[in-house]
C-alpha cells in the first residue's frame, strides 16, 4: 500500500477548505491546509463581512436623516472613512484569528504558502517542498475578473475597495450583479457620485424582474446613475490623477475611481491540474460529480472554483458532505433546491425558489400574489420608497415555488420564510398564519 504524507491535503483555507478540514480532522484524519493569502478566504477576508459591515456603516446615512422626523435633533454628521474602514479591518483580523484557532485545535496542520498540483497525490509549496496526499481538495474559490481594455490597470476590484484611503467623490462601478449594486449603494451613502455601467440593460440577472426593476427605480431616486448598454473601452488616467473612461453608446465620463465588479473567475490558472488530468469547463472551473469529485480519482473540489452556487454558506456544506462522505462514514450530499440569497444593496433585495419568469417558462402558468406596500417607518420619515413583497405558485396545487423581496431587512425576514418553501408549503398556511401587527413582515400573510 502507498503511503502518504497526508490523509488529506486542502488546497485553500476559505470557507470550504476551512470546513472540510476541520471536520476531517474531526474524524481523525490527518488534514493540511494551504492558504497563500490569509486563512478565513473571500467570505471573512474581502468579501461577505467586511462588506455587511460597510453595508451597516452606510445605512446611517439615512438613518440620521430620517431621525429629525422621529424627533431626534440631529446635527449635520461628518463620517470618517478611515475610522471605519480600521474598525471593519479590525474585526476581519479578529474573525481571521479565530479561524486559525480553530484549525490548530481540531490538529489541522495551516501551511501559510500558494500551493500547486504536481499529479494525482502530489502538491508542491511555494517553498519548494514537495507533499504528498491520500486526497487533495481544491478549495482555491475565485477572483474579480478584469476586462482587458487598455487602461484596465488603472481600476480596483471589490479586494482593493477594503483599503482605500479615502471615499472617492467620484466613482464608476462596472458591472450589474450584486457586488456592483451593492458597492453602488455603499458609495453612494458615503457621499460619492456613483455611476453604474453595464454592457445590457439588465442588473441582477437571474432575480425577480418587477424586484430588479423596482431597486433600479429607487436607486436612481437616489442618485445613483446608470448606463447600460455601455461596453467598456478604455481607462486614461489624466494629469490630475483623475480618470477618463471611454465606453461605447455613450460619452466618455471623468471619475475618481473605477470599481470593476464584473464577475468572478475559478482560481484554477497555474495550478498544475493537467498534471492530475484534472477537467475544467468552458469558465474554467472544476468539473465535478454529486460527490464533489473531480475527473481525477483522488482529487475533489468544492467552492466557488467548481462555479456551481458561488455562495459561502454553499462552500461550507459542501466542504462538510465532503468530510463527512470520505472521513466520516456519512455519505451526504448538498440540496441545490431552494438556495436563499440576498442583495445587500439599498434596500435590500432577498429572494428563494423560482422566479415568476422562471416558473411560467417551467410550468406554462404560476400564480402571483403580491403586496406592494410603503412601510410605515418610511411614511413617517418622508422616505418615498416602496417596498414590494411578491410569491410565485404552482397554478394547480398553490405550493409556493418563489418567494422575492424587497425593501428595509428583507434578507432577515427571508431566511425564515425560505423554510416554509424549503418545506414544500401552500400559501395557504401563510394565509392561517396570524400577521404580527404592526410588522413589515406580516405583509407576508396578507398577500393577494
Ligand atoms: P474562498 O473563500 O475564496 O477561499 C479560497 C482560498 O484559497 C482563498 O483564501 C485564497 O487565498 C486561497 N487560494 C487560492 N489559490 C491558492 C493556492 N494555489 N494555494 C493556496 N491557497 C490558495 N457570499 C455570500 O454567501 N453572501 C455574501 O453576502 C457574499 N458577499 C460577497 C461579497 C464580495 C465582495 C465577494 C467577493 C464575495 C461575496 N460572497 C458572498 C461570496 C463568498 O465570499 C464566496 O462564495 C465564498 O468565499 C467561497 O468560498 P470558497 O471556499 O469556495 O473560496
Known sequence: MASYDYDLFVI??????????????????????????RVGGT????GCVPKKLLIYGAHFAEDLADARRFGWNVPDCDFDWKVLIKNVLDEVDRINGAYTDTLNNNG??????????????????????????????????????????????????????????????????????Y?????????HQFGAHVTLINRTDVILRGYDEQIRDRLLQISMMKGIEFRFHADFQGIEKLKDGSLKV??????PIVVDCVMFATGRDPNTAD?????????????????????????????????????????????????????DTMFGN??????????????????????VGLTEGQAKAKFGSAKVYTSDFRPMKNVLA???????????????????????????????????????????????????????????????????
Open 12 to 37: 485553500g483555507a476559505g470557507s470550504g477548505g476551512v470546513r472540510a478540514s476541520r471536520v476531517a480532522a474531526a474524524h481523525g484524519a490527518k488534514v493540511a491546509v494551504a492558504e497563500e493569502y
Open 43 to 46: 467570505c471573512v477576508i474581502r
Open 108 to 177: 489541522v496542520e495551516i501551511i501559510q504558502e500558494r500551493a500547486t498540483i504536481t499529479g494525482p497525490h502530489g502538491i508542491r509549496l511555494a517553498s519548494g517542498r514537495e507533499v504528498t496526499a491520500k486526497t487533495i481538495l481544491v478549495a482555491v474559490g475565485a477572483t474579480p475578473s478584469v476586462p482587458k481594455c487598455p487602461g484596465h490597470e488603472h481600476g480596483i476590484t471589490s479586494n482593493e475597495a477594503f483599503h482605500l484611503e479615502s471615499i472617492p467623490k467620484r466613482i464608476l462601478i462596472a458591472g450589474a450583479g
Open 179 to 187: 457586488i456592483a449594486n451593492e458597492f453602488a449603494g455603499i458609495f
Open 246 to 251: 471611454s465606453m461605447s453608446g455613450h460619452e
Open 271 to 323: 495550478l498544475g491540474l493537467e498534471t492530475a488530468g484534472v477537467e475544467l469547463d468552458a469558465k474554467g472551473a472544476i468539473v465535478v460529480d454529486d460527490d464533489n469529485r473531480s475527473t481525477c480519482a483522488s482529487i475533489y473540489a468544492v467552492g466557488d472554483v467548481t462555479n456551481r452556487i458561488q455562495l459561502t454558506p454553499i462552500a461550507i456544506r459542501e466542504g462538510q458532505a465532503f468530510a
Open 330 to 351: 456519512k455519505p451526504t450530499r448538498v440540496d441545490y433546491e431552494n438556495v436563499p440569497s440576498a442583495v445587500f444593496s439599498h434596500p435590500p433585495i432577498a429572494g
Open 382 to 448: 418622508g422616505r418615498n420608497e416602496r417596498s414590494l413583497y411578491k410569491m410565485v405558485c404552482d397554478s394547480e396545487t398553490d405550493k409556493i415555488l418563489g418567494l422575492h423581496m424587497i425593501g428595509p431587512d428583507v434578507p432577515e425576514i427571508l431566511q425564515a420564510a425560505a423554510i416554509a418553501v424549503k418545506a414544500g408549503l401552500t400559501k395557504a398556511a401563510f394565509d392561517q398564519t396570524v400577521a404580527l401587527h404592526p410588522t413589515m413582515a406580516e405583509e407576508l400573510v396578507l398577500l393577494r
